[in-house]
């Protein structure tokens, strides 16, 4: 038995029978969403679809998979497309060390696998950016191999079926809530389950006091909705709350053109563009003196609205100002800066969500 069987009959001891998987199978291939992924599947369009889906809602994966299809439509591309035009056909999503781990991945498998996603999940899970979840996805939906893939979503299915009160945060959780999806997995149509699986947790069993255990195809198994937990379960331990950041954020503009500059290559938006920042809420003077030290001589200061971006550990919390005027020196201490147009800012460079506010501002803004 291997070490997280050890848990397995601890956490996820309710396991429903046979029919419990017939009646999700039935339900989903009546009432699921018609979704781009799911008409047309091929390897390749369930990773990439997988990994936009990992922290970004189906409507909003839309559009990006499209256009990344169109863009990237095989391994091949995707391992060639430079770095500029990957992170632009990216932005808006967020999180762009996926994109920049499929393109790793798609050279991983230029050299290593002949061009192709390898059918085993071991294999899978090695290459860059996929883990348990997505190798699991990836085997079941596109190979046909019984595989776990157990997601947020799955594992509060799973925590609401089986009665499972463990911390669904702990390693051990999970590893437990895998085998219970592993023994649940039907031989034949793992990928389907694996489906259903995903569309119960988005659809049905969903959080916040919303379940709808009325249509639920488990609810005849379900140890949750029987014993009147479904609102207590999935448990989760607390997380650390995000810090907050107060920003301020510099729109300088000389003639049509606005500064924009790179960020670092690591950290937080690892190198993309943004809109000059400083930490702290700069007054006008501060914010002036500021502009002057990266060699901008205002003529005109607006104080614009503020606005907040949220990322997962960090909440940015931005005043900003608008200042019009020339620059009076080109190079600052090797940082590079570019001077773009509004065309550019919206088509070329990959500028972070985060200043969206400020962005839309600028396009909003009158031509000189
Ligand atoms: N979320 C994660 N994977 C998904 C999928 N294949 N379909 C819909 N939502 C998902």
Redesign the pocket.
């Known amino acids: 038995m291997s070490e997280t069987n050890v848990f397995f009959p601890v956490l996820f001891r309710d396991i429903p029978p046979r029919e419990a998987v017939s009646a999700l199978l039935d339900w989903y291939r009546a009432s699921a ?1 018609e ?1 781009p ?2 008409t047309q599947i091929t390897p390749y369009r ?1 990773w990439i ?2 990994i936009m ?2 922290q970004t809602r ?1 409507e909003a994966v839309k559009p990006y998979f499209h256009r990344f299809l169109e863009a990237l439509p095989d391994i091949p591309s995707l391992a060639d497309v430079d770095d500029a035009r990957l992170l632009k056909l990216w932005e808006g999503l967020g999180y762009y060390s996926r994109a920049r781990n499929l393109k790793k991945a798609a050279n991983v498998l230029m050299e290593q696998y002949g061009g192709e996603l390898p059918a085993d999940v071991q294999k899978l899970k090695k290459l860059p950016g996929i883990g348990s979840y997505t190798a699991g ?1 990836i085997a079941s ?1 596109a190979f046909g191999i019984p595989a776990p893939a157990v ?1 947020g ?1 799955v594992l509060r299915v799973l925590a609401r079926l089986t009665g499972c009160d463990a911390d669904i945060l702990r390693p051990q959780t999970r590893a437990a809530a895998e085998q219970a999806a592993l023994q649940l997995c039907p031989a034949d149509t793992p990928g389907d389950f694996t ?1 259903g699986m ?2 119960l947790g ?1 659809t049905v069993c969903v959080p916040n006091g919303e379940a709808k255990c009325s249509v639920c195809p488990f609810s005849p198994w379900c140890v949750a909705a029987r014993e009147g937990m479904v609102d207590r379960l999935p448990v989760r331990s607390a997380k650390a709350p995000r810090r907050v950041e107060d920003r301020t954020v510099l729109l300088l503009r000389e003639g049509d053109r606005y500064l924009i500059r790179r960020r670092p290559p690591k950290g937080l938006l690892a190198g993309l563009y943004e809109l000059p920042n400083e930490l702290g809420t700069l007054n006008r003077e501060e914010a002036i003196a500021f502009a002057r030290k990266n060699g901008f001589q205002p003529l005109r200061t607006e104080h614009l609205s503020p606005a907040t971006h949220i990322f997962t550990h960090v909440e940015w919390h931005m005043t900003a100002y608008l200042m019009t005027g020339y620059f009076s020196e080109t190079e600052t201490e090797g940082e590079e800066r570019i001077m773009a147009s509004r065309e550019e800012l919206s088509a070329v460079y990959a500028v972070p969500s985060a200043f969206s506010a400020y962005l839309k501002a600028i396009l909003e803004l009158e031509t000189p």
Do not use: Y
């Open positions: 969403r979704l992924w799911r369930v679809s997988e889906l990992q189906v996805a939906i997601d979503n489906q995903i569309e988005a």
